[in-house]
């Protein structure tokens, strides 16, 4: 089992600049893509970025640009800097990750959320 835990969201004002960090602990065996989805009010979860073992990452249009997707590998650790926020980056941030395992194969997790408010 692994748990994924958000930190780093709040409240900021438009142009300002938050980084969320996700940690990823338990019974970790390999953690392969880890990304970052959002979900504002009303709306259904998109993706805001992604990021493989090896580095490679992947943006949504609305946020490239704005948003910095990285990993630290030795901590299990993904981080979103997001810059020149906006009112519409406001929404619940949700860490997502592919752990695998010789027992259990390939699992999807997801933490629990962080909310993002832009105030105008």
């Known amino acids: 089992q692994v748990q994924l835990v958000e930190s780093g969201g709040g409240l900021v004002q438009a142009g300002g600049s938050l980084r969320l960090s996700c940690a990823a602990s338990?019974?970790?065996?390999?953690?392969?893509?880890m990304g970052w989805y959002r979900q504002a009010p009303g709306n259904q979860r998109e993706v805001v970025a992604a990021?493989?073992?090896?580095?490679?990452?992947n943006y949504a249009d609305f946020v490239k640009g704005r948003f910095t997707i990285s990993r630290d590998n030795a901590k299990n650790t993904v981080y979103l800097q997001m810059n020149s926020l906006k009112p519409e980056d406001t929404a619940v941030y949700y860490c997502?990750?592919?752990?695998?395992?010789?027992?259990?194969?390939?699992?999807?997790?997801w933490g629990k959320g962080t909310l993002v408010t832009v105030s105008s």
């Open positions: 338990g019974s970790i065996f390999r953690i392969n893509t």
């Open positions: 997502n990750a592919d752990h695998s395992s010789r027992d259990y194969g390939t699992i999807n997790y």
């Open positions: 990021i493989t073992s090896g580095g490679l990452t």
